[in-house]
């Protein structure tokens, strides 16, 4: 457990290092996950692994690591409150409509250049 | 007429109660009892742990009258496991690498038109309902994953604290909500339905769609990555035209 967290706070130092150094727009731990990802595709990493076995005893839990932050919300009420309409209907208009675009584009992307597809409850 | 002692004890009881320890322990408890209620719902929805934990703290902080900055650098130990958690999302996509054949292309155009419509219906929506200019600055970056919406929503002159909690607010509303919604639009591809999940509400929608499908997971983890930088590098272009 701990060789795999090590790994990972290691590949999240290594994304903070590069973000840093090339002077990136995005956070150190984005980019750790795409050297992750490039490390495991070269090493050819298997399932027993310890870093698999860390990361995904983490990803289980995912949803406890964003608590802190939301917390946050507590100095918020009173402004949310006031102005509850524009916030709700900028948040959930463009959530929606950001949510058909990314879908609507990659399955009709998929379509046009004659790709597969994945369908739910075919594979 | 109370004896001092007792009020002294009480005191004690409440110091204890505000302290570092306490706050991780409502944390975790709070967590506990989130997915004890997801089992016993039979995993509905509505039931989303991090949902219950933050409703659980809020309540406690408030009625405990614990500053927001305390609980926070209590609960540093728990924020900190983000970091690697995001690192971690290339284990599922890793797993799921085979899928990636074919789909780059439709992949990396619908993120940066998804990126485009997300942050100028955000705007274009609060400013038709009249919202200040420091929160529609705000809004702009709510589809990102928490560290870029602060970073953006700061570059940009918005409230950076206030872009973290409407971040992780459209997280959860999207994790509960969200497939259904996908169902609803006739999006049945599991790449393709990760995609827009993890394009719109970063790790927390991806952490739902993880629950249900290891490609759907992958997918919206990856999401997540490429929208950030996708958001980061068209916020202050679009800033230009849009305010």
Known sequence: ?123 | MIDPSVNEALDQALEVARSPLALLAVTLGGYQLGRWLQQRSGGHALVQPVLVTVVVVGLAITVLDVDYADYRSATELIAFWLGPATVALAIPLHRQADRLRGFVVPMLVAIVVGAVVSIVSAVLLARALGAGDDLERTLATKAATTPVAIAVTDALGGIPPLAAVFAIIIGIFSAIVGPATLNLLRIRDRRARGLAIGAVSHGIGASRMLREDETEGAFAGLAMGLSALAISLLVPVLAVCLF
């Open chain 1, 1 to 123: 457990m701990i060789a795999g967290l090590t790994w990972l706070v290691a590949f999240q130092l290594a994304g903070e290092l590069v973000t840093r150094v090339a002077d990136l727009p995005v956070p150190g731990p984005v980019v750790g996950m795409l050297l992750l990802f490039c490390f495991l595709r070269l090493r050819r990493y298997d399932d027993a692994g310890s870093i698999v076995r860390a990361g995904t005893a983490l990803l289980r839990h995912l949803q406890l690591f964003f608590v802190p932050a939301g917390v946050g919300v507590v100095l918020y009420l009173g402004l949310i409150g006031r102005e509850a309409l524009p916030i709700g209907v900028a948040m959930l208009g463009s959530w929606f409509l950001g949510l058909a675009a990314v879908g609507w584009t990659a399955v009709a992307l998929e379509r046009l250049l004659g790709r597969p597809r994945d369908d739910l409850g075919t594979a």
